[in-house]
């Protein structure tokens, strides 16, 4: 039986100023997607104006249902339907892509209803499942979250991984819309208009699957009514739509991928062709109310200060042992902290923070991409999430923290068992780049202690900075060198060994540190080497290394378990380019190979004594 | 009807030789994954001693089936059937994880039945899926493709990109064997022993799912025989294993994953249980020959010379542009050159050498992951595959490409759009870490043509390089800055600007060159300016550099579009470590808007006209 025409009219009216503001916003900045936009706008006008409930006031509110726009390039119309929502302004909108406005190529979070941003395909179902949580767990409120994937993207890996873990928590207020329009970027995509073929995926992987003709609000509404009814499991609506819908000159076209309309004639022809469903006398909106209300925002529950690192003195404790105590520290002190890991939690002792705080704790399973996706949902909402695994694994998730850096977001990444100190399992378990790629990340805090206590130390710090950020963790038991009150605030070093007429200074740290000690046991020349354990290397800390280095002439020696590219080397050259004046750096410049630890370090001139050897040549 | 008793006595003696070793090796090293082998010790006798063709002493030969190890973790045990096929000896097996010995801790391709590096999970399938290309479009022959997998390492969304592109490729000389032991490192996975669950997925991807109990040699061989027979499409055995079968005191059991036993008693009782399906005289392996034979390997076609770049001097050109043409040149000269691209052919250009040499062109769609670890297959079989996307995509494939270089193998990257001179897309779409994480790959060759001629030129340079690489390409059309004739070795620079009496040593590379030729124009210190075109920073050219800047008395500026960490800056401010005396850098150092590129540029300093400030301020 058919639904009331009234609503219908009035969809199809805003799916119109969707394509109208779209093709016009695109055609005025010379560039973007209107044809993504206009195969997306009936299915965005279905949301916006009939299945979201929401307060288009304060879009950024946890009470209100969310929208991911997973396919980021649609996002002059996501900016159109805020606008006819009553958001934003017209004039606001055709600032698109104009310098230093937040109405941006792709979606930023600029914009309060923009939760990370996307643009980079195949992360958006990560991001949705992040905040599906926050409002499950957290607000424990009835409020959905609804990803709008475009059908290119579902090639990509990290949405399946998304798809399995959804359906395994059985997070029913999460639902994906997918934009069925048939052609990507450069061709048609695999299945083309073949919506049964993802219907199987989609179904294989434990979600409940609808199909819809999108550009019929009967068939949408319909689809859309079924799918909210669905318990116990995602509900994903395949949507069949063309791509540049509504405008004959460049629908269902190749080679229409991101170009707008020429203003003057052509830009005209086509707004003339979506102006026929435009309404005379349109209704005022008529938006659903979050039924949900706004929680409090979360309060800091940390307490002036954490209990001390519990090792003592004597102890030999592995860095990433700290991670278990320091996790547990922080849950217990902030109910903010989430963790997040991939099926490792046994290894990089996350295990002790899900045994105490299993409802903060996310099982990712092996699937490092979706854990940082999932992360940088949950960072959107508020929370304060850390990714652990080893260091060489989070490489595979390097696209996904990137964006969630260009998000502002403050996501934090445990990474264990970096360098070639792991030894035995050889190099594709050794984190040997990481260093390279967090040094990149705007804003991004980059830490890297020597011992159980600093470690403990600068995971706090980590968690207070007000950004992303990395540690970086070994696996070695090492002896503890610092008291269990010392402070490790970012941007800061310390000296661990001051020699007595320092002519020579070493930089290094993590479990390298202990081999320069070691080296340095018993030297003769020990009491002109200074040692400084550069426990932070970003934010640089530029004026203590400067002076300390300064100190020694300008002499520096850099002992890295890291590529040389891009690690400590390359930070302390470039923070002190004009003030060095003799310069040794030794890295890991080769592939290592599968061996003892003592071995492999030798094997670079990293171990104790070959240390010993170098520093006994340069201090000749 | 029951298979000759004969084959399944033999074949379970050839397990318990792989247990056998797999459990010595292990416990002698001290460290490895026994129960992991001993999961698939069975699946392994039946590929080696009943399915797979190939010649035991010629073990890297093309005519042979070839199978890899996805699960990498479970090497002893790979490293254990080739003992028992002949080709290693039992001493060798047993210098398991000791220094300098090929048999590493995860298969490295020190040994020739090694194709690609794996250890780093999900990622075997796609390099299967390159091999098995080579085999049905190169080779031409009826050798198979074998990949054994982990039932962990299908939560790895990069597995389902290569499922889905194998069935659309219907390559079915590709075969897919999963060991579903239920435990995967600190916990059950997420499907456990639910072989359907598996078997649902696999067949929605568009492959044939057969299940066996794969510790039952008559389910297993029935399996095998049947997955042979499909055609048009992939078959993907799953198999319901135990982790630790055959050693009753770690058999499914949480906790073992990654543990050796303990050489005595331990070990001794472990060994006694697996002997019991030694056969006292066993028979000499009967292995089944391959049919197909090894052709001669594909011999160099490249001709003394290329044809020259197709640039007019006046033209306006963008570096990408020249990929299109430098491929077409490559592909020409060398039938060995590939190319695989992720849904963007049109915009990288790449487009024109798949619409002339389309066997050797693949599209991988929207899946990064799968396109690198397609390319390293494709290396590791002697072909020269290049990767093409925008450089910020490459991101995705960061653990791919780092896996393929550890591999020591000649894949080659191309990156588009890089830096923020792509304009209003935004930051999603700007690659700025794409030179800090390829500058970590060992002997990767890293290029940053400025103009057509010289990305002409550098692309070819790179396909002589006998390893890994990457060239940075950017978005603008470009002035033309060098003569067709012009060659870009590795290793060199190009002084574009030589100042009648230098003072100031600029170092840039791409778009920001011509910015910088911009600044100098008509400036009236320009003579006291010289300018570097750093196309190569990986091999750094240090010799050329230091000389260039010692000629300037150690003053440098260096201009980048890339983020501070890990570019221009850091490489130079490292080689040149002790040499330069007054030092600035200015680089992409926050998060870039969505705006025209020209006003992006100026933001961050990188314009004409704010470089001409800052030298003006320099020279002053």
């Given at each position: 039986m058919s639904r009331q025409p009234a609503l219908i009219?009035?969809?199809?009216?805003?799916?119109?100023?969707?394509?109208?503001?779209?093709?016009?916003?695109?055609?005025?900045?010379?560039?973007g997607h209107p044809t993504s936009c206009n195969s997306a706008a009936d299915l965005l006008a279905a949301l916006f104006f009939h299945v979201m409930r929401y307060d288009p006031q304060n879009p950024g509110s946890s009470a209100n249902d969310r929208l991911v726009l997973s396919k980021g390039h649609a996002a002059p119309a996501l900016y159109a339907a805020w606008c006819e929502a009553g958001y934003l302004t017209e004039e606001q909108v055709y600032t698109l892509r104009q310098m230093n406005s937040p109405i941006e190529g792709h979606p930023m979070p600029y914009l309060p209803f923009v939760d990370v941003a996307t643009g980079s395909l195949g992360q958006g179902l990560s991001?949705?499942?992040?905040?599906?949580?926050?409002?499950?767990?957290?607000?424990?409120?009835?409020?959905?979250?609804?990803?709008l994937l475009g059908d290119g993207e579902?090639?990509?890996?990290?949405?399946?991984?998304?798809?399995?873990?959804?359906?395994?928590?059985?997070?029913?207020?999460?639902?994906?819309?997918?934009?069925?329009n048939r052609l990507g970027q450069s061709r048609e995509t695999m299945h083309g208009h073949d919506l049964r073929a993802y219907a199987r995926k989609v179904e294989a992987f434990g979600w409940e699957a609808l199909t819809c003709n999108g550009h019929d609000f009967e068939d949408i509404l319909t689809a859309f009514q079924r799918a909210l009814k669905v318990k116990g499991k995602p509900a994903c609506i395949l949507a069949k739509t063309i791509k540049g819908y509504g405008v004959s000159a460049i629908a269902d076209l190749d080679n229409w991928h991101g170009k707008p309309l020429k203003p003057g004639p052509e830009l005209d022809k086509a707004l003339e062709e979506v102006a026929a469903d435009l309404m005379k006398t349109p209704p005022k909106p008529s938006i659903p109310k979050p039924s949900a209300t706004q929680a409090p925002p979360l309060a800091s529950e940390r307490p002036a200060s954490f209990p001390p690192p519990p090792y003592a003195p004597d102890a030999k404790v592995a860095t990433r042992q700290a991670v278990g105590d320091a996790l547990l520290a922080l849950g217990g002190a902030d109910s903010r902290i989430w963790v997040i890991d991939g099926d490792t939690q046994n290894s990089t002792y996350s295990q002790k923070f899900a045994d105490r705080y299993p409802d903060r704790f996310v099982e990712c399973f092996i699937a490092e991409q979706n854990m940082a996706g999932i992360a940088a949902g949950l960072a959107a909402r508020g929370l304060i999430p850390f990714g652990v695994t080893f260091g060489a694994f989070l490489a595979r998730a390097f696209d996904q923290i990137r964006m969630s850096a260009l998000s502002g977001l403050p996501v934090k990444f445990l990474g264990t068992h970096a360098g070639i100190s792991i030894g035995e399992d050889g190099p594709s378990q050794m984190a040997l780049e990481d260093l390279a790629f967090f040094r990149t990340l705007p804003n991004g805090a980059v830490l890297y202690p020597s011992d159980a206590v600093s470690a403990y130390g600068t995971i706090l710090a980590l968690a207070r900075h007000n950004g992303p950020g990395y540690v970086r963790l070994s696996r070695p038991a090492t002896p503890i060198l610092y008291p269990v009150g010392e402070q490790f605030p970012l941007g800061e070093i310390k000296i661990i060994h001051a020699g007595k007429a320092p002519k020579l200074t070493v930089i290094s740290a993590g479990v390298i540190i202990h081999e320069v000690l070691r080296a340095l046991k018993d030297h003769p020349n020990a009491h002109q080497v200074q040692v400084i354990d550069l426990y932070c290397l970003k934010p640089f800390?530029?004026?203590?290394?400067?002076?300390?280095?300064?100190?020694?002439?300008?002499?520096?020696?850099?002992?890295?378990?890291h590529a040389p590219a891009g690690g400590i080397g390359e930070a302390v050259a470039t923070a002190l380019a004009g003030k060095i004046r003799e310069w040794t750096h030794v890295a890991v410049d080769r592939v290592p190979r599968s061996g003892p630890p003592e071995a492999l370090l030798a094997s670079f001139g990293l171990s104790a004594s070959t240390i010993r050897e170098r520093l006994t040549q340069l201090l000749a």
């Open positions: 009219r009035e969809l199809k009216h805003r799916a119109a100023r969707i394509r109208w503001m779209s093709l016009k916003s695109t055609a005025q900045a010379g560039s991001v949705g499942l992040g905040i599906a949580l926050h409002q499950a767990k957290v607000m424990k409120n009835d409020a959905r979250t609804f990803v579902m090639a990509e890996g990290s949405v399946w991984e998304a798809f399995a873990l959804a359906a395994h928590l059985k997070m029913d207020n999460l639902m994906a819309i997918v934009d069925v800390p530029t004026a203590q290394v400067a002076e300390a280095v300064g100190a020694t002439g300008g002499r520096v020696v850099v002992f890295e378990e």
